[in-house]
């Protein structure tokens, strides 16, 4: 039986844990070459071990630009091009609902959307194929997709797109969701 990534290149950011972690493994599982970075030297090395093979991890922070460059040019030495390119960094930082700011938000979000685009930017084109790897990605999710949808996780609170959420969303914020106007 044939992998969906077989001969694939991609590149995960933060891949030391978590989502990036697990996503590392299932692309590796199937055919992937996998590239991993995270900021911390110890856990990058314990990730790679936990991986396994087709893996390699590399040092650095999306929001450094010089890290960016080390990173598209050991990709581009080792392997000649990306294919798939998984954005999964981000720093985030623990507030309560109701004190944050829009500069939390700023700060936050500027490491996981804006950077995607710089590194398409500021990437080397040749490096990221094109449909093939959009094709690629979406064959390896959609199954997962179909089977949500057939069947869902009764215990997972599914929700409407554009609704408030889980009805039991209530019980955490009461009547009305905590909000307030960052604009003022």
Known sequence: MSK?????????????????????????KE???????????????????AIGTNVSGIQGDVANLADLDRLYETVSNAKGRIDIVFANAGVGEF??????????????????????????????????????????????????LEAWAK??????????AGSWGPANVATLFGDEPPCRDLGN
């Not at 969906?4 to 590796?28: C, D, N």
């Open 151 to 160: 069947d869902p996780d009764a215990s997972f609170p599914n929700y409407p």
């Open 95 to 144: 507030v309560p609902f109701g004190a944050i700011t829009e500069e939390h938000f700023d700060k936050s979000s500027a490491n996981g959307y804006e950077r995607l685009l710089l590194d398409a930017m500021l990437g080397d084109a040749t490096l990221f194929s094109h449909r093939d790897g959009v094709e690629a990605a979406w064959a390896l999710f959609t199954p997962i």
């Open 31 to 49: 055919g992937a070459y996998v590239f991993i970075t995270g900021r911390r030297q110890k856990e990058l090395d314990e990730a790679v071990k």
């Open 4 to 28: 969906k990534l077989e001969g694939k290149t991609a590149v995960i950011t933060g891949g030391t844990e978590g989502i990036g972690l697990a996503t590392a493994k299932l692309f590796v």
